[in-house]
Nanobody, 119 residues
């Protein structure tokens, strides 16, 4: 399948920016869609942004206009550029890859990277 490693989290002031990276390895050719999720303490994991192999993107309403998801196929890496960060967006951010390998669908997760937004 696919292994994912996130990086780029950290502490930022409200209104600031961060860029998260998700490095993929393994059967990366089988990935159909890559997603970024986040989970705040005590809350359910929510989808933040998604990008398909064809380059189509989708965003949660709460981040539209502020977050940008992208993929660098040569580097086998997905990115989440976040601007205008808000304290309520403090959360663990997780990369997810979905695809199909040998006719079997899969969903792989990274270990997450923590983002803390101070007020």
């Amino acid at each position: 399948q696919v292994q994912l490693v996130e990086s780029g989290g950290g502490l930022v002031q409200a209104g600031g920016s961060l860029r998260l990276s998700c490095a993929a390895s393994g059967a990366t050719f089988s990935i159909n869609i890559m997603n970024w999720y986040r989970q705040a303490p005590g809350k359910q994991r929510e989808l933040v942004a998604a990008i398909t192999t064809g380059g189509s993107t989708d965003y949660a309403d709460s981040v539209k206009g502020r977050f940008t998801i992208s993929r660098d196929y040569a580097k086998k890496t997905a990115y989440l550029q976040m601007t205008g960060l808000k304290p309520e967006e403090t959360a663990g951010y997780y990369c997810n890859a979905q695809g199909q390998l040998l006719s079997k669908p899969y969903s792989s997760w990274g270990q997450g990277t923590k983002v803390t937004v101070s007020s």
